[in-house]
């Protein structure tokens, strides 16, 4: 188990979808860098969120079609 998260280092807080490691992970995440990634947002995959206090706070997404939504509509 993993957490996906997308910051904008301009903002406070984030958006994050809690996931597993594997091939749909890299894709995804290959996929919104190349549509946010030149925007400055951020993408970082995390083991806990209470391990990484530089990002809170978490909102977190409840599916992936959420995620993608809230990150595209980023800045």
């Known amino acids: 188990m993993c957490y996906l998260i997308a910051k904008d280092p301009e903002k ?12 749909a992970l890299v894709e995804l995440k290959r ?3 190349e549509a ?4 400055g947002i951020e993408l970082v995959t995390i083991s ?3 391990a ?5 706070p978490y909102t977190f ?3 992936i079609a ?5 990150v595209l509509s980023m800045r």
């Open 12 to 23: 406070h807080g984030c958006i994050a979808l809690k996931t597993k490691h594997g091939t």
């Open 31 to 33: 996929k919104l860098n």
């Open 36 to 39: 946010v990634g030149v925007k």
């Open 48 to 50: 806990r969120p209470t």
């Open 52 to 56: 990484y206090g530089e990002y809170a």
């Open 61 to 63: 997404a409840k599916d």
């Open 66 to 70: 959420e995620f993608e939504q809230v």
